[in-house]
């Protein structure tokens, strides 16, 4: 077991900013001559980072952002410029502001037949490029629900037993839209780094449920965040810390 570290602040801007400095500080430490990998979540808790990470004046100059290669940690089944669509969510806030090149950003591609289509196609970009010994991912940020859902993995969901495949497809999810692709946590706790962030006295519970109830996956999707090769890091305002 890897207990996580848990980072708490007074608010979502101090969080927010907090994180966007260990952001830069993670893509700094990466060795300069290969791409960083980081897989972004949805959510409104997540739009205030990437508003202080495109901030010219804080974050937006402080990293080589063309070194940058964007993933996703979970995808609602929209198409990818679809309002309610995670990769349209960091391409406004985040992408755009930049001015981070198409050929950076590998959406899920939500435009196939299918979640499960979409989510075999995924593994595939996932896996490109990543050289031997590396991990596939540096960097995930990971959201976390009322309901105590992280990415799209919720819980007792059948996606929390897999052990092998990276990203899953779902029909089922309790939040809408039902369909969705989701990383697992197979592939999550082979990354570098883990980051879950969460603020509001909504996600209390939730918080103290992941971080306090002992190990059950299958109902606290977060435990997952326990699992991993490298120690994980909660990310949480005073609202939301138990
Ligand atoms: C999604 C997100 C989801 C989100 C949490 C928190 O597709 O809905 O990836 O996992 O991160 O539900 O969302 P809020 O920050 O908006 O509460």
Not at 47 to 70: N, Q, T
Request: aromatic share 8%; net charge neutral.
């Amino acid at each position: 077991m890897n207990e996580p570290s848990v980072h708490v602040l007074p608010d979502l801007a101090a969080v927010s900013d907090a994180l966007a400095r260990e952001f830069v500080r993670c893509v700094r430490e990466t060795p300069a001559a290969r791409p960083f990998r980081v897989a972004l979540s949805g959510g409104r808790t997540a739009e205030a980072l990437y508003r202080v990470l495109a901030d010219r004046d804080r974050y937006g100059s402080a990293v080589s952002w063309a070194r940058v290669r964007f993933f996703w940690s979970d995808e609602r089944w929209v198409p990818p410029n679809d309002p309610a669509s995670n990769h349209d969510l960091a391409r406004r806030c985040l992408l755009d502001p930049l001015g981070v090149s198409r050929e950076q950003v590998h959406p899920v591609p939500t435009w196939l037949a299918d979640p499960s289509a979409a989510a075999s196609t995924y593994e595939r970009t996932l896996a490109e490029g990543v050289e031997a010994g590396t991990p596939p991912l540096d960097w995930v940020l990971l959201g976390l629900g009322e309901d105590g859902h992280t990415a799209s993995l919720f819980p007792g969901a059948s996606a929390l037993a897999e052990r092998e495949r990276w990203v899953l497809g779902i029909e089922d999810s309790p939040k809408p839209p039902p369909q969705r692709v989701t990383l697992t946590w197979p592939l999550i706790g082979r990354a570098r780094a883990v980051h879950l962030l969460a603020a509001g006295a909504s996600k209390r519970q939730a918080v103290a449920d992941g971080l306090g109830a002992p190990n059950n996956l299958a109902r606290y999707p977060t435990h997952g965040t326990r699992l991993g090769a490298a120690q994980a890091h909660w990310w949480l305002d005073a609202a939301a810390a138990p």
